[in-house]
Every structure is written in structure tokens, then in C-alpha cells.
């Protein structure tokens, strides 16, 4: 049987991820390693990169807990779910692991059953697979450097590379932030789009705007049920036919 997908499975896999973290790691360290960023780079883009991770695992944890209190959960029984997260203080987070692991490992008696409980949170379907993203972030690296390597004007160039990225952020943030990670970038891309209406209307038919279709309609594929995804595949077809109507189409398409 095919493993869902909910808010407690992902904490779930993420606190997973920090318990096999070395003990004497700072725990910010372990919450990136747990992402799947490793140390490097400056102090300011380290500290991006926490600050980015806490966002989403928040967002995760406020989910779940607003899930739970509709359906009648006692803060006290809430209280074991949200208590380590309250280690992750501006201070915490220098703290070593091992001085919060335990608070972390009790969390995960109180996750899973939540997690596998029929009709209780909102599933977002079948996990997507890491071959299916894996797949997805092979076909975006090769657009990418034909892209790169191509004849096309510098600004269709920046057009289609940064659709590209918004992409390759969902695939990014998918692990901890679900399904939602690509609805956000259904959303980002259109209102892309919206802005470069022209370009996408002028290059249509060139290969590599082929291409990045081919890749939206994988995204759609590979997330199941995204019709968030549907709807730009949708909006890259109308608006090279349509460019007049353009901004009323993607507000449309956003409600």
C-alpha cells in the first residue's frame, strides 16, 4: 500500500532525518543537514538557509496543529508534537544535539499514529517518489544548459531559466513542505508569466519553450493531483493566443 502524504508524515521523516545527525552537531546544523543542505558557504547564507528551513517546518507544524484543534485535540495532548519545535529559539539553535535529541525522539511516539489515523488530516495523495524528482531535476538541468548554450535573446534566455528555478524550488521544498511547494509555484510562474506576456507569445514554438512545457507537464504527472500546475500548462497555451486578455486570464486562474 502506497505510504499518504500529510503534514505529521513529513515532520514525521524530517525529525527522522535529525535523529540520525552526530550528537555533537549544533542543532542548526542538524536542521540543515536534516534538508539535506551540508555546512558551506558564508555565515550570512548559512543563516539564510536556516531561517528558510524554520519558515517551512513552521508552516508544517502550524498545519498540523490547526488540523488537530478542529478535530478536538487538547493542548495537552498537542503538547508532545509542538514542544521540541520550541527548542529552536534563535538560542537553541547553538545548543548541541544531544542536549535536545531526547525532546525530538519523544515527538515521534506522537506522530505517527496521528499521521496513519484514516480521515483525520488532509492528504495530500501518494508521496512523490525521489526517482520522479530525480527525473524532473535531470530534465531541468538539460534545458537549462541548452538554454545557456543556445542562440536565444539574453531576456528569453532569463525567462526560461527562471521558470526553471521556480520549479526546481518545489522539488527543493517538497520533502517538508508537501504538495504545497508546488501549488506556490504554479502561482510564482504565472504571475512570471504575466509579466513576460511578450516573450511568451513571440517564442512560443521555439524547442525550448517546448521543452519547459514538457517539464510543467511532468510536474503535473509527477504531484498527481496539482491542478494548480494544470491550470499554467493551461495559461501558456492562451496566452500566446490571447495575449490581450492576459492578466484577467491568470486572476482567473488564481481564484
Known amino acids: 500500500m502506497a505510504e499518504r502524504e500529510n503534514s505529521a508524515f513529513r515532520l514525521y521523516r524530517f525529525i527522522q532525518r535529525m535523529m540520525l545527525q552526530p550528537d555533537a552537531l549544533p542543532a542548526s546544523q542538524v536542521v540543515l543537514n536534516a534538508f539535506g543542505i551540508e555546512k558551506g558557504g558564508d555565515a550570512h547564507q548559512q543563516n539564510a538557509n536556516v531561517a528558510r528551513v524554520l519558515g517551512l517546518l513552521f508552516t508544517e507544524l502550524e498545519s498540523l496543529v490547526s488540523e488537530l484543534k478542529r478535530h478536538d485535540y487538547s493542548d495537552e495532548a498537542i503538547k508532545p508534537i509542538t514542544a521540541p519545535f520550541d527548542t529552536l529559539s534563535a538560542g537553541g539553535l547553538v545548543n548541541q544535539w544531544q542536549r535536545i535529541k531526547g525532546v525530538f525522539a519523544a515527538s515521534l511516539l506522537s506522530l505517527r499514529p496521528i499521521a496513519e489515523t484514516p480521515n483525520l488530516l488532509t492528504d495530500d495523495g501518494v508521496v512523490i ?36 528555478n521556480i520549479i526546481t524550488g518545489a522539488i527543493r521544498d517538497y520533502p517538508l513542505a508537501g504538495v504545497k511547494a508546488f501549488k506556490q509555484a504554479a502561482k510564482d510562474a504565472i504571475f512570471h508569466e504575466v509579466e513576460h506576456s511578450e516573450i511568451v507569445t513571440q517564442y512560443s514554438e521555439k524547442p525550448q519553450m517546448t521543452r519547459l512545457r514538457a517539464i510543467q507537464a511532468k510536474v503535473v504527472k509527477a504531484s498527481k493531483f496539482s491542478v494548480e500546475f494544470a491550470k499554467l500548462l493551461s495559461a501558456m497555451d492562451t496566452i500566446s493566443h490571447h495575449s490581450g486578455a492576459l492578466l484577467g486570464w491568470a486572476q482567473h486562474l488564481l481564484k
Open 129 to 164: 517518489s525521489k526517482d520522479e524528482l530525480a527525473e524532473l531535476s535531470k530534465d531541468i538541468e538539460a534545458l537549462r544548459q541548452e538554454v545557456q548554450t543556445s542562440d536565444l535573446p539574453a531576456s528569453v534566455k532569463e525567462f526560461i531559466l527562471h521558470q526553471l
